[in-house]
């Protein structure tokens, strides 16, 4: 087993009304940022767990968003990373 | 006849329901702490409004997985009856109970008012007790309550008679086709954004709630 980090992101999906991206894109346009075309606001998550295999990590991440990170009706969701933990000395 | 209010960490409407029950509408009424696993026999579980585990995540995604919401699931699944109010809503889609999610609100404020809502159906055992087509005067409180789910299953709620409740004038936060209340299909599930717990005392407003519970008490053999 070894321990990985894996990093989610979890935005609201395409498609949905998200009034939280569309307010920061106001502000940023506000603020002189004119080129901003759109912007999404989600929620970015780190799991630490152990796993047999990265494959391994990332399929039981999967399932971590399907059952509770992510709630399908309105959000997506992506692994980003996952990265093997270095063992203390 | 008995009500069981379940009480997650973060409730802040079990008092408000117990209230309407007990006083309103002079029937038996326990609170049910989240860990337990025993209705204790209630005929009627109302999951109450709040902010359960802080809306951490998502409203309602950690309260699914309380202990006693194993229990709430098949007391639906026999067929008795869920009252879901609010967060009590939001918990209850996040648990499969009722299809679709409330998302955050077009507006993106928490509103704080009353608002007015139409019932769409009279033929629920929660809506027995009022007419078709009435208006009624009710508080919502809330920053995620515009309900969404795809067109297909809007489609189907509609086809079906689900949605029992509507915004009435001004949709206060962007839900879909106004939807402010609707039942699983089989009829004993009621979710809805609206407070009607709130509205059954005219010493704070409006008695216009309290026909719920009373539809209950008509329909719902104790």
């Known amino acids: 087993m070894t321990r990985y980090r894996v990093s989610v992101e979890i935005r609201p999906r395409e498609g949905i009304l998200d009034p939280q991206g569309r307010a920061v894109a106001d502000a940023l346009r506000t603020l002189g940022f004119g080129r901003v075309h759109d912007v999404h606001v989600g929620r970015y998550v780190v799991i630490e767990a152990d796993a047999a295999s990265p494959d391994a990590a990332s399929a039981d991440v999967d399932r971590m968003c399907q059952?509770?990170?992510a709630n399908p009706v309105v959000e997506d969701y992506r692994i980003t990373t996952i990265v093997p933990q270095v063992a203390p000395a | 006849m008995k009500f069981g209010i379940v009480?997650?960490?973060g409730s802040n409407c079990d008092t408000d329901a117990y209230h309407a029950v007990v006083d309103g509408l002079g029937e038996?009424?326990?609170y049910l702490w989240h860990k337990s696993h025993d209705l204790e026999d209630v005929d009627v579980v109302i999951l109450p409004g709040g902010f359960a585990y802080g809306d951490y995540l998502?409203?309602?995604?950690?309260a699914r997985f309380s202990p006693i919401m194993q229990e709430v699931a098949e007391h639906a699944g026999r067929g008795a009856p869920v009252l879901?109010?609010?967060n009590g809503f939001q918990v209850a889609c996040e648990a499969g109970l009722l299809p679709g999610?409330?998302?955050r609100n077009a507006g993106l404020q928490f509103i704080s008012e009353t608002v007015r809502v139409r019932v769409e159906t009279t033929e629920t055992i929660f809506t027995a007790a009022y007419a078709r087509g009435q208006v009624l005067a009710i508080p919502i409180a809330h920053g995620e309550g515009r309900y969404y789910a795809d067109t297909e299953t809007l489609d189907r709620l509609d086809g079906e008679g689900r949605v029992v409740f509507r915004y009435h004038g001004d949709n206060p936060n962007g839900s879909a086709r106004d939807i402010a209340g609707i039942v699983n299909a089989a009829g004993n599930?009621?979710?809805l954004m609206p407070h009607p717990e709130r509205a059954c005392d005219a010493r704070i407003g409006s008695v216009d709630g309290l026909a719920l519970f009373s539809s209950l008490l008509?329909?719902?053999a104790a």
């Open chain 2, 58 to 62: 998502r409203a309602g995604a950690i």
């Open chain 1, 67 to 69: 059952r509770l990170l």
């Open chain 2, 189 to 191: 599930v009621l979710g």
């Open chain 2, 218 to 220: 008509s329909r719902v």
């Open chain 2, 101 to 103: 999610a409330l998302a």
């Open chain 2, 7 to 9: 009480v997650f960490p």
């Open chain 2, 28 to 30: 038996q009424a326990v």
């Open chain 2, 84 to 86: 879901a109010i609010c």
